[in-house]
């Protein structure tokens, strides 16, 4: 099988190895009985496995991974418990049967799955099928490896079995991910979500989260998250509906969110008339013959735009895009330090780049909003609502939901 990652400084096999603290940290999340097989159909250089070899020595270990020289057994096996392994493709239609096991049997399995997008392969339809995932995309170009791992893992899982992952954000938080945490929350029991401080992952700047499932029993409506701190200490616990973990599930933004939602009632979505990108590309601005606003233009503590970016009438004839008005907050949306860029249109019109997101709100509200994300609580409720694998970003939808 060919794997196709969209980044070029992506490692093709996504070999981001886990720290040991987090593979210690995943297995003593699961709370099972000493399970009979445990399997980790990623497993490199062992990290989880390791961890769970320590926990449950009288377990069988099947362990597979696609690359020939993935060396799972470098690590100590203080019980010489039994551990199988196999240098197989885990995608394979068929795997149960490569690794002699059955399907719907195994009682634990661990998962930290490759980041890449996999080039797609008409078995991968059937995978998602019997996993009952096959509805949650639109487009098979939007699956990635992630949705295809936990299909697998779900289908080798006896029923009850639990399922320790280590998955990437746009999963936890994206808007397009929702049917998929719809189809989670509604088919098995998600029991704990952890998020993970960013750089965990040595090589990669992506941010990623611990998730326990149990397969087939959705009996909770809660679901219980905490945050690993920078400093090694778990947050406290937060207990959040089945319905808000649909939206998103990062204890960073929840946490902010419950903290603001019980002392300010309104959003900005409940005072904004309009919300919308800018339609020039960066590259455009150099051949325009007039100037276009862009990220790099904000001016550090300065309320307004730069006076250079206002447009005269002359100018204002040629623009074709969308343009922000007098009233207006510019935002980026994108980008180093993006929640420290915010000013106001003040008295002519101007062209913005697509990093920058127009918020048009009721002129009564304009000071008070403006004032709001300006501040050092605004600064972290922005930062709390992007997502993003490395480059953060923030969404219109994401931005109407915050409470001033
Ligand atoms: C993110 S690493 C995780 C390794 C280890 N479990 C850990 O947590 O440190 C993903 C692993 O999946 C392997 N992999 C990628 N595609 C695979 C496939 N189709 N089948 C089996 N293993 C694959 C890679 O070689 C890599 O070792």
Not at 8 to 28: C, E, F, H, M, Q
């Amino acid at each position: 099988m060919i794997l196709t990652n969209n980044s070029k400084n992506a490692d093709p096999l996504g070999r981001y190895y886990t720290d040991p603290i987090v593979g210690s940290l995943l297995v003593n999340s699961i709370d099972i009985e000493p399970p009979s097989t445990v399997i980790d159909l990623c497993v490199g250089k062992g990290a989880l496995i390791e961890e769970a070899v320590r926990k449950w020595s009288d377990s069988t270990f099947i362990t597979v991974d696609i690359e020939k020289n993935s060396s799972p057994f470098s690590f100590n096996n203080p019980n010489n418990s039994q551990i199988f392994h196999y240098t197989e493709n885990s995608l394979n239609l068929n795997l149960a049967e490569r690794l002699g096991i059955k399907w719907g049997q195994a009682d634990l399995a661990l998962c930290n799955p490759p980041y890449i997008r996999p080039k797609w392969n008409k078995q991968f339809f059937e995978i998602l099928e019997e996993a009952n995932l096959s509805h949650v995309f639109q487009k098979k170009q939007d699956i990635p490896a992630d949705m295809l791992f936990i299909a697998q893992n779900l289908r080798l899982l006896k029923k009850g079995g639990s399922l320790g992952l280590i998955l990437p954000d746009g999963i936890i938080t994206g808007e397009k991910y929702q049917s998929f945490r719809k189809t989670l929350c509604t088919n098995h029991r998600v029991s704990k979500v952890i998020e993970l401080p960013r750089r965990i992952f040595k090589k990669t700047d992506a941010k990623a989260y611990i998730v326990v499932i149990t397969k087939d029993i959705p009996d909770s409506d809660f679901i219980t998250i905490q945050r690993l701190e920078e400093s090694g200490n778990l947050s406290p616990q937060l207990q959040i509906s089945t319905e808000s973990a649909i939206k998103r599930i990062d204890y960073s933004y929840l946490v902010q969110s419950h903290k603001i939602g019980q002392q300010k009632k309104r959003s900005i979505g409940d005072v904004a008339l309009e919300v919308f990108r800018g339609t020039y590309i960066s590259s455009e601005r150099k051949s325009n013959n007039f100037p276009i606003f862009h990220t790099t233009d904000f001016l550090t503590n300065k309320r307004y735009v730069p006076a250079n970016y206002k447009l005269t009438l002359e100018m204002q004839k040629n623009i074709q895009g969308v343009i922000a008005i007098p009233g207006d907050i510019l935002i980026a949306r994108v980008g180093r330090n993006f929640n420290k860029k915010i000013c106001l249109v003040d008295t002519k019109k101007v062209a913005i780049t697509d990093c920058i997101l127009v918020l048009r709100v009721q002129p009564k509200y304009r000071l008070e909003v403006f004032s709001f994300l300006t501040s050092s609580s605004g600064g972290i409720a922005l930062e709390a609502i992007s997502h993003g694998v490395g480059a953060k970003f923030i969404t219109p939808k994401s931005l109407l939901e915050l409470k001033f």
